[in-house]
């Protein structure tokens, strides 16, 4: 690796002393040294009707930036309006690798119950057959009933599914076969935590430019708020009993 980045260089190099002898002299080419993070430049924007298209917002922050956003909207609801529970909301990191901050964020939090805010993939794009997901921009959120690492408390799944149906929300269910998310780590600490995984679908996640439906995202916050104000303390013992 360091020998081509030397070479890199020296191209570089030479490619500006051209440029100087033909008077077309331009700054140096920036050269990222190897081993370095790159990170995308982007510009967000918000439509109408489409809905939300914002670059890496349906995965970065260990899972994606539209789970920190809904936690965000969540607390500061609730900081209006207290719930009977405590909430903690957490942005984990290094998800992709191990689901590691997720360990460390339960030993910390030691949670009762858990709700991990996720994007998930949309199946209306070129490339995704109709079996391998279901899940639409603007169906609503989705809730993943399995993935590779989990399978949901069912009476806190039932719980969310409840919930949308009080609320009216159209409700999307998702199964993830090849992959996982922070609740592979949570459900697994201590004696068990009941946990589950809401989405905002999303096309293109995995990528530097994701989209996902507005619509969507204040669907599952609604939800999300939902199935928190009805976790009292007869709720959250009666998940395990």
Known sequence: MA???????????????????????????????????????RQREVGDV??????????????????????IDALRHFSQHPPSNTLYGVATVMEEVGTRGAKTSAEVVNPDVAIVLESDICGDVPGIRPEESSVKLGGGPALVLVDARMIPNLRLRDLVIETAKALDIPLQFSAITG????GAMIHLHG??????????????IHSHSAI???DDYERALRLLIGVIERLDEKTVRELTE
């Open 3 to 41: 020998e081509r980045t030397d070479l890199r260089h020296r191209i570089a190099a030479q490619r500006a002393e051209r440029e100087a002898r033909a008077g077309t002299t331009q700054a140096p080419e920036r050269v990222h040294p190897a081993g370095g993070v790159l990170r995308y430049e």
């Open 212 to 214: 996902i439906h507005r």
């Open 191 to 204: 004696a068990g935590v009941p946990t589950v995984v809401l989405g905002v679908p999303a096309r293109h």
């Open 50 to 71: 489409a809905g939300v298209r914002a670059g890496a917002d349906a995965e970065a922050l260990g899972a994606d930036r539209v789970g920190v956003a809904l936690m």
């Open 179 to 182: 992959g996982a998310t922070d």
